[in-house]
Structure formats: structure tokens, C-alpha cells
């Protein structure tokens, strides 16, 4: 479905379907994925080369699609609400190459079957209480794969099942209509009517098209008449969709049954050309490839007689292969050199290798993250400043004032989760700013971690920089879904043509309560790739952190310590001006017999086990990663190492988790293992969940007297 409505608005040609089929790297011919997606997986451009949002009002948009079912479900959720803000939020009018004044619609189409998923029903749900411009198309063909709908849905008809949601007067909900998949002119009365109501009165819609058929089954590799009766494959003959449109465009006399037939044929021919020459563009310089690598193994053959026979069928099988991938040539090239040794004479061999290693990372691994301008990383330092008189107040006080400064100068910045509006979150970092900027800027939703996120990404996609709040840590295990295969590989997947640098704030570490205290940090940085996972140790940290992703278009994950917004902290005089650098380490103690690396609410328990460490003489030197993602890019971990010359990684996760990410980072890709006089340790949290109560807290997350006696061990090694 997707393919049709790409080539029907011109957001992809043939020959741009073919090269994804292909998985052509080279993004002039597969521009949508860089080969990267499966075919039929379009994206137009959201951003430039540089990062910056391009014009978005005029154009057609296409938001990358994804295979996981009704996953793309909760981003169409923020994509229309985008349009709720563009029109209500007078600030917004500005931005006139983003959205005209909220005149968009989003249209999301969607499987039948697919709306047994979660996804769907608290995306509708959401659109509904919201009522934001989303038109959701099920098309209805009556199978899930091999599984017929009886089996799929109450009442086997998604439009009957969610009949309560009917918008009545005086009530909020969506439209409902239902069409017949083969009716051309019916579908078009319906859809031009029921599209132009969403776009005057925000109110989504769902279009149910059914009697649906399928020409194939739903892949190449499962046919359907393995699993539907001989009878329903007759009907479909009868009512296939392309069949009965053809009837009706002769018997409307818009053209005739020989015209017909010959754009037919020529629509035939030109599909196979386009496909021929898909083909020939992908494999021309892999060709090049194995010409160049034939002549440089011939002339290692030669300068290499004992090794000449083995080398010589390396380049009879790769020039012989009519259809050779890059794999092949890397493959040829690194057995060559393998069976060169250590000869001179490997020079421009072992160079074209290296040539083609550098390129195709650049083709295949690149852009998780904004490379350009954009890039968080690129960022400039900027340190919190104080004056002389500065105040000493409560943590969520200083995210208080940081986000009433935030709000005043960025038009752009949004907010919203459960309990954030009204009351101004749990923990108060939004008390009293919903009154003064709005409840379109400002906002609460209902329990749904799921399309929180999604809300967000799509509101990031159209433009704005929202920061969708997640409670407590602990639900970010509902919106996990959407956070790894939609936005942490949003970036990659569309080679940098689209961006969504949305904040996921939310709060958890140490408290008391087996869902009010988790950790899952190894579960986030192993499943999140692609975002930036900040994990300040106090609210000012939190507020730089914040400005660093601000100004960047890049996602983040920020984790406030739980236990933290009641204690004291100085309120920077620059709050939104300075920045945090992101892979930066910093040392918050210093000292010569010992390394501790940590993050977060631990930090604060190291503190307490140093203290009673000084007093035996024990120096510690405490070091903060920061971030997780990215960590320690310039191994100033390291450097601290070289002089302690003993390490421990400590934090509140499970045994193998984010510890053990730490571990590996500093051990092997730093190369710490050298510098060691003592073997390294990790102090984690115990396996299970965190037991209630303070003891519970005590038995369950590292102590301070645990982290004493590891040192002292440490020590007497």
C-alpha cells in the first residue's frame, strides 16, 4: 500500500523501488534508506545536509516506515498533533515553513489486522481525547498473514468493534466510514468529505476499506492459496481492485478498453526498464570493484610465485561471479592478503583494502546520530556561572526557574505527560508554568507511556522540541517499543534525511519500591543506540544537559535522580545558557590510591563510603561519566586510571549491566588492562528487583559500606 501512494504523489520513482530491493547503498539511488530498509519503505527529506528543518508546508511528507506491525501507529499521533499546536499556539504562527497555521492532516494507513496491536488502540484513543487532524486508514483484505480476521477481531470488523469511539455532538471521539476497497468513486466521495472535516475541525477519522483483495500473497515467500478456500480466491478474482477499476473507467467512457490495454503494456515495459536499470547502477561499482581487485591480485600472483595458484582462484572465482556484492570483493581481497603474509609487495592490495573498509563503513554505518552541524556533540561548552549572592534552593526549584527561562525563550519547546500540566509534575519542575504558558504548550495526558513517546517523536518530526516526560523510569519499559526501533533508528535508517530530537525526560535510581527505584540502565544504552542517555547527578547538571540536547537535533534520554529534588543546590545566574559537553567525564574528587567511576544518585553513597575511606587514609578520586551515550570520548577515566592505577565501576543496575557496559569501555576500548596493579571490580545491584523500605534499599543496591570494604580489599591486594 505504501509503494502506491509513494508513486501516486511523486515522493518515489520505479527505479528508486528497485534500488531499495536491491539495498543499494548509494543514496542518489535509493535516497530514502540508502539501501538500509526493506523495499517500499519511503522517506521524504525533513532536514537538510546540515541539519535544519526544510520546508515543510510545501511538500508532500512521508515519515520512514517500519515492519514491526502498527509501530509507525504512535509517531502519526504527534505528526497531527504538530497541527492541534501550529494552529492554537500563537507563537507558533511564525513559523510558517513548518505549518500553515495547522492545516495539515496526517494520514496513516494501517493492516486490519494489524489493529489487534496495543499501539493502535491507544494511538485512536489519544487522537481522540486530543482531537488532533489524523486520518487513519485500515485496509481490510481480511487475513492477518494466513489468519482470517474471525480470529483477529471482535465482531471480525475493526469499524464495528470501535463504534463507541463515534464522535457525537458535544463529545470528543473520531469519525468512522467505511468503504469498499474496489470502489473508486465511492471511496472518493467519502474521502474528500471526510478529509476535509478533519482538516477544518481536527477531528480524526477512521476510513475502514474493506473487501480489499490481494494479487499475491502477503509476501513472496507465502502464497495465499495455501490458506484461502478456492471460493474466496474466485471472489477476489472477480473483485480484485485493479479489475473493477478498469471496469468502471470504460464504463464511464473515460477511455476505452484498447486504450486501457496499451498503457498496460507500456506501464510493463516501463517497470522492467526501470528495474534493469536499478540493477545496472547498483552493480557498476561493484564491477569496478572486482576489476580493480583482479588487476592487483594479478600483480600480487605475479610478485608472489609461491603463493600465485591460491591467489589465482580467489580471482577466477570472484570474476567469474555474474552478480557480485561488496562482501565478495572484501572477502577476495582479505584471503589475498592473508595468503600474502607479511610480503612488500601487499602495499597497494592492503591500500585498496583500507580504501574500501573506509567507505563502506561510511555507507553502511554512518549516521545514527547527526554527523554535521547538528551534531550534540559539536555543542560548545558553556559553564554554569553564579553570582556572588547566589541562592541556595531545592533541586526541583532550580529546574523550576530553568524551565520558566526555557519557556520564555525557545517558542518551540513543549511539554507534556501524566501529571505534568495541572500540577506541574510530581516532583514540581513545572509548578505553576502551565498557567502562565498555556495548556497547548504545557500539557497532561492520560496513562499511556506508549504514545507519550510517539506524541513526541511525531511533534519532533513536524519541527518543534518537545520534552515528553515518562513518570518514573520504570514505565519507560512501555514506551521502549517505539524509543528503539522507531527514534533510535530514525536517523540511520533514513541516512539522515529525517530527524526527531525529541527529550525524554523522566526521573528514577535509588528510592524505595520495586517500581519507584529501577536501574535498568544496561536493558537502555544496549536498546537505545542512537540517543543520547544523560544521567546527571544533580538538577543544575540536568538543567545543561538539557540546553546541550537543545541545541543539537539529536534525541535524548535524561534521568533525574529520584532522591534528588529536595536537596540543596546553588542556582546558576546562566541557567539556560550553559551546557554540559556530552562523552565528558568529569572529576568531582580527587585523589591517588584508587578509581571510582560512577553516575547518578550512586555518586552520592560513594561520597559517604570515601569519607569513611579518608579517615584510614584511603585516597579516592571520584569520577562522573556524565552520559552513557556517549561515553568517555576522550578517556579522561583513563587518564585517572594511569595515576590510581586501581578501578572500580559502580552503580545501581543489575550484575552485567551498565557496570559491565563501563568495564568494557575503559578495559578494552581504552586499553585500561595495561595500567592495572590490582584486579579491576564492579559493585552492582543484586539481580532481582529492588526490595521495599529502606532496608530493602539497603540489601538490594549498593551500600556505602559495601563500596568500603571492595576498596579495602582493593588495597590489601
Avoid at 301 to 325: C, D, F, G, M, Y
Avoid at 531 to 543: D, E, I, K, S
Wanted: hydrophobic fraction near 40%.
Amino acid at each position: 500500500r505504501d509503494q502506491t501512494l509513494a508513486f501516486a504523489a511523486g515522493i518515489a520513482t520505479i527505479e528508486e523501488f528497485f534500488a531499495q530491493l536491491y539495498a543499494d547503498p548509494d543514496t542518489t539511488h535509493d535516497p530514502h534508506s540508502g539501501g538500509r530498509q526493506m523495499n517500499s519503505h519511503f522517506a521524504t527529506p525533513f532536514v537538510d545536509d546540515k541539519g535544519d528543518f526544510l520546508d515543510l508546508v510545501n511538500r508532500k511528507n512521508m515519515a520512514a516506515g517500519m515492519a514491526p506491525t502498527a509501530a509507525h501507529m504512535p509517531k502519526a499521533l504527534g505528526l497531527g498533533l504538530a497541527s492541534k499546536l501550529f494552529r492554537n499556539v500563537e507563537l507558533l504562527h511564525q513559523f510558517s515553513s513548518l505549518s500553515d497555521k495547522g492545516n495539515e492532516v496526517c494520514f496513516c494507513t494501517i493492516g486490519d489486522a494489524s489493529t489487534s496491536e496495543g499501539h493502535f488502540w491507544e494511538t485512536v484513543n489519544a487522537a481522540a481525547v486530543q482531537q488532533v487532524p489524523v486520518a487513519f486508514f485500515v485496509w481490510d483484505d481480511g487475513y492477518g498473514i494466513s489468519v482470517p480476521k474471525k480470529f483477529q477481531t471482535t465482531k471480525g470488523s475493526i469499524s464495528e468493534a470501535i463504534k463507541g469511539f463515534q464522535k457525537k455532538e458535544d463529545t470528543n471521539g473520531i469519525d468512522i466510514y467505511r468503504v469498499k476497497g474496489w470502489d473508486y468513486a465511492g471511496m472518493c466521495e467519502v474521502f474528500e468529505g471526510g478529509i476535509q472535516k478533519i482538516r477544518d475541525t481536527h477531528t480524526p477519522a477512521l476510513f475502514h476499506v474493506e473487501e480489499v483483495t490481494q494479487p499475491q500473497g502477503h509476501s513472496t515467500s507465502g502464497s495465499h492459496e495455501r490458506y484461502k478456500p478456492p471460493e474466496r480466491l474466485q471472489w477476489e478474482r472477480e473483485w480484485d481492485c485493479i479489475k473493477k477499476l478498469k471496469e468502471w473507467i470504460i464504463e464511464n467512457t473515460l477511455v476505452n478498453e484498447q486504450e486501457l490495454n496499451e498503457i498496460e503494456t507500456a506501464a510493463k515495459e516501463f517497470v522492467r526498464q526501470g528495474k534493469n536499470n536499478a540493477w545496472a547502477a547498483y552493480q557498476a561499482p561493484i564491477k569496478k570493484q572486482v576489476e580493480r581487485t583482479a588487476g592487483l591480485l594479478g600483480n600480487l600472483a605475479r610478485a608472489l610465485p609461491p603463493q600465485a595458484e591460491a591467489i589465482q582462484k580467489l580471482i577466477t572465482v570472484l570474476s567469474s561471479n555474474r552478480e557480485p556484492n561488496r562482501r565478495d570483493v572484501m572477502h577476495t581481497l582479505h584471503q589475498a592478503l592473508i595468503y600474502a603474509g607479511n610480503s612488500d609487495m601487499t602495499f597497494w592490495t592492503k591500500d585498496y583494502y583500507n580504501d574500501l573498509v573506509k567507505e563502506n563503513k561510511l555507507l553502511y554505518n554512518s549516521c545514527l546520530y547527526n554527523e554535521g552541524p547538528k551534531s550534540s556533540l559539536l555543542v560548545t561548552e558553556v559553564n554554569a556561572t553564579y553570582a556572588a549572592d547566589a541562592l541556595t534552593v531545592n533541586g526541583y526549584e532550580v529546574l523550576n526557574k530553568y524551565f520558566d527561562e526555557l519557556f520564555t525563550a525557545n517558542p518551540k519547546v513543549v511539554a507534556f505527560g501524566e501529571d505534568l500540566g495541572f500540577i506541574g509534575d510530581v516532583n514540581q519542575g513545572f509548578a505553576g508554568l502551565q498557567l502562565k504558558y498555556g495548556s497547548y504548550r504545557i500539557f497532561d495526558t492520560g496513562i499511556r507511556e506508549l504514545s507519550i513517546i510517539g506524541q513526541g517523536i511525531g511533534l519532533a518530526m513536524r519541527g518543534l522540541r518537545p520534552i515528553a516526560e515518562i513518570q518514573y523510569l520504570d514505565y519507560l519499559l512501555y514506551g521502549l517499543q517505539p524509543l528503539s526501533d522507531d527514534l533510535a533508528t530514525m536517523h540511520f535508517r533514513t541516512v539522515g534525511r529525517q530527524s526527531a530530537p525529541v527529550i525524554i525526560r523522566t526521573r528514577g535510581h535509588r528510592l524505595e519500591g520495586i517500581w519507584h527505584s529501577g536501574s535498568p540502565m544496561g536493558m537502555i544504552i544496549n536498546s537505545l543506540r542512537g540517543l543520547h542517555v544523560c544521567v546527571p547527578r544533580n538538577m543544575t547538571q540536568a538543567a545543561g544537559m538539557y540546553n546541550t540536547l537543545l541545541r543539537g537535533n539529536d534525541p535524548g534520554l535524561v534521568i533525574e535522580c529520584l532522591n534528588g529534588y529536595r536537596l540543596k543546590e546553588k542556582l546558576p545566574s546562566n541557567l539556560v545558557d550553559f551546557t554540559v559537553p556530552f562523552g565528558v567525564p568529569e572529576v568531582i574528587k580527587e585523589g591517588n590510591d584508587v578509581t571510582i567511576v560512577s553516575y547518578g544518585s550512586t555518586l552520592r553513597i560513594i561520597q559517604e563510603a570515601v569519607t569513611m575511606l579518608e579517615g584510614q587514609g584511603i585516597s579516592c578520586e571520584i569520577v562522573d561519566v556524565q552520559t552513557l551515550l556517549p561515553f568517555d570520548l576522550h578517556h579522561k577515566i583513563l587518564d585517572s586510571l594511569k595515576k590510581t592505577n586501581r578501578i572500580v565501576f559502580v552503580d545501581e543496575d543489575v550484575p552485567g549491566g551498565a557496570a559491565a557496559y563501563m568495564f568494557n569501555k575503559v578495559m578494552e576500548e581504552q586499553g585500561g588492562y595495561k595500567w592495572l596493579d590490582v584486579a579491576p571490580r564492579t559493585i552492582t545491584g543484586k539481580a532481582h528487583r529492588p526490595a521495599y523500605g529502606s532496608d530493602g534499599d539497603y540489601f538490594s543496591k549498593p551500600n556505602a559500606d559495601d563500596i568500603e570494604t571492595v576498596i579495602k580489599e582493593m588495597m590489601a591486594e
